[in-house]
């Protein structure tokens, strides 16, 4: 299938995180279709696993869908030129405390192709311990609060609807297929 033809871009807002612009795009059939699309920095996840199977969550404030959602460790690629396995350690220090010995990329996704071109990988850490140094939080994020729980209660919060922060859902089920296969299937993290 031939991808459409880019005919028009205008830029409906720019704001300090977003850009909105309205494409209009010619068909292979010669049709014309208008998209709004939303530039998003990409942007990165942690599932984190101690020794005991347990699985680090946090809880966080989403003006968008008024109200506190549990979700994994993330945060963008805002930095210039930041790998993504580097943005993903400072998040999870910066956020949790916590550091870890053994990374691997878990998934990748789009967390809503229809309208922003955002990609995230979620990378699996384990072997975690303590971050060495100190470590600031963003102002924007508050107080996080923070919990371990067993992965497999995680995934029943998934199914119940408890858990509905696209990037944890992701991350969690691929956790759960990965243990199932005694994490053998893993792609390296610096992929």
Known sequence: MAAPELVDREVVYRGKLITVHRDTLR????RTVVREVVDH????????LDGQGRVLLLRQY???VGA????????LLDRPDEPMLAAARRELAEETGCAARDWHTLVDLHTTPGMTGERVRVFLARDVRPAEGEHERDADEGELETRWTPLDEAVREVRTGRITNALAVAGLLAAVVS??????DLRPAEE
């Open 27 to 30: 068909q292979p059939d010669g």
């Open 41 to 48: 920095p990409d942007s990165v996840a942690v599932v984190t």
């Open 62 to 64: 989403r003006h968008p």
């Open 68 to 75: 506190e959602l549990w979700e994994l460790p993330a945060g």
């Open 179 to 184: 243990r199932s296969t005694g994490f053998t």
